[in-house]
């Protein structure tokens, strides 16, 4: 399943008209990718920063481990959505993307994804998303690191946001990529501690043509808390709309 799911994330960018040979290789490396390396920026096998790392917490191992491993043993199996799938998750958006005129003015070089470019681990967002193609639900299980304090010993709203946006612009993506969010409405019901774990679960409630329209709760990982709710819309964009600005 995780090989289709990526692929589907991907899929929008086939049309790109330079450089995708070098890019469809990359996303194959990516689906094909399950194990743990740590590579500097620069090498050939990206670092997967969804895998465990030193800074993970006893609540966040607990809970990749639960989910990881139904990931690993539907690999296993063969099965086709009937379960939680891991996905990898890099520093680019575009690692690989440095061929032709086009690419290169959209994507520079120096580009990287905001949520992964902080390199002491467990100072910012440390998470891990899973994916359920037969329920339409993406699952994050996100640490939040000292650097993301707004409150006193509690999260910054605009780091909640952050991760709400990527849980359920990946949603989107999964569904048909490239998409852009185009409203996210959110609701701060209690604040999360700073350094403390939680879930983030996000659930497609329709799509109308170009339009995905997603639902996310944030929660403490025993569910007897909930810290934040939201709603997104995505909206499906071409290529060009990216090099339009
Ligand atoms: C090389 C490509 C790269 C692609 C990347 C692909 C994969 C990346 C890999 C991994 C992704 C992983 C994780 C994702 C992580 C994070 C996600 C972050 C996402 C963002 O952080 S992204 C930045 C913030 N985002 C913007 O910067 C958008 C600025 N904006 C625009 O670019 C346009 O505004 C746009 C595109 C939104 C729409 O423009 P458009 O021209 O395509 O469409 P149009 O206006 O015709 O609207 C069509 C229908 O949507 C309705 N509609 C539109 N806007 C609405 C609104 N606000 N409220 C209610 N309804 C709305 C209309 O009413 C109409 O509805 P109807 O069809 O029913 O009439």
């Not at 481990?65 to 539907?74: D, T, V």
């Not at 902080?118 to 993406?138: H, M, S, T, W």
């Not at 690191?145 to 991760?163: C, D, N, R």
Request: hydrophobic letters at 35%; a positive charge.
């Amino acid at each position: 399943m995780a090989r289709s799911a990526i692929g589907r994330l991907f899929a929008g960018l086939r049309c790109l008209p330079v450089g995708n040979t070098q890019l469809q290789t990359q996303c194959s490396r990516w689906s094909s990718e399950r194990t743990g390396v740590e590579a500097s920026m620069f090498s050939h096998k990206p670092r997967d920063f969804s895998l465990p790392n030193p800074s993970w917490g006893e609540e966040m191992k607990r809970l990749y481990k639960h989910y990881n491993l139904q990931s690993e043993e539907a690999a296993g199996q063969g099965e086709d959505g009937e379960w939680w799938t891991r996905l990898p998750s890099y520093n680019r958006s575009l690692k690989y993307a440095t061929g032709g005129v086009y690419l290169s003015k959209m994507i520079q070089s120096k580009a990287r994804l905001f949520t992964r470019n902080i390199r002491d681990p467990g100072a910012a967002f440390e998470y891990v998303l899973f994916f359920r193609n037969d329920k339409q639900r993406c699952l994050c299980i996100f640490q939040a690191g000292h650097l993301l304090e707004g409150p006193p010993g509690h999260v910054h709203g605009g780091a909640i946001a952050t991760m709400i946006d990527t849980v359920t612009g990946t949603h989107a993506s999964l569904l048909s990529a490239p998409v852009m969010t185009a409203n996210l409405n959110i609701n701060y019901r209690s604040p999360i501690p700073l350094g403390s774990t939680v879930l983030i679960e996000s659930t497609l409630d329709k799509e109308e043509g170009k339009k995905k329209f997603i639902s996310c709760k944030v929660s403490s990982t025993d569910g007897s808390k909930l810290h934040t709710e939201a709603t997104a819309l995505f909206v499906s964009i071409s290529v060009s709309h990216l090099l339009r600005g």
